[in-house]
């Protein structure tokens, strides 16, 4: 009999036998023949972990295997006021703080109106070190009104504020920005 428990980061994990799926744990008393077996466990954000286990007859074997962690914490950061995307996933407001596998990333901030801005970044493996990755923030999204009217005396009206046309030029640039 095989048993893997699930306490601290065994929770949850995958368990294969001979590259049978036996279940997640815990698993408890799981029935195997005498004799040397292939056991594999899986868990996202660890490595996954290769053994050979040796089954007696008529005994409980209790494996209680280690894995090694395959993230790190990581903080991004582009200022306040925007949203956080990772792999074109939202992960939440900057500064946002998270655990991220290894690997390579595509982070981008996002603001409406506001031109996006990403950085690449490779994680590597170190839950103990906190990185933090600053992004530049996002630029806003200018344009320019050119109003002409026939007589150019007429009065414009630009989100409900009027104004005579050359006069309200730099209120129109700063209603724009």
Not at 41 to 52: A, D, P, Q, R
Not at 103 to 119: D, F, L, N, P, Q
Request: proline residues 5%; contains cysteine.
């Amino acid at each position: 009999w095989l048993s893997v428990g699930d306490s601290g980061v065994l929770k949850g994990a995958s368990i294969y036998v001979d590259d049978k799926h036996i279940g997640k744990t815990p698993i408890s008393k799981y029935k195997l023949a005498s004799g040397e077996h292939r056991v594999m466990v899986v868990k996202e954000m660890y490595h996954t972990l290769n053994s050979t286990i040796t089954i007696s007859e008529g005994e409980n074997f209790n494996y209680t295997p280690t894995l090694s962690a395959d993230f790190a914490t990581v903080t991004f950061d582009a200022g306040a006021e925007c949203d956080i995307y990772v792999n074109d996933v939202l992960k939440g407001k900057s500064p946002w703080t998270g655990e991220l596998a290894t690997g390579a990333y595509i982070v981008e901030a996002r603001k409406e109106g506001h031109r996006s801005k990403s950085i690449d970044v490779t994680i590597s493996a170190n839950p103990k070190e906190q990185k933090t990755f600053t992004l530049p923030s996002p630029e806003p999204i200018l344009g320019f009104l050119d109003v002409r009217s026939t007589p150019n005396i007429a009065t414009v009206k630009v989100d409900g504020i009027a104004g005579e046309i050359g006069t309200m030029a730099d209120q129109v640039i700063a209603q724009l920005t």
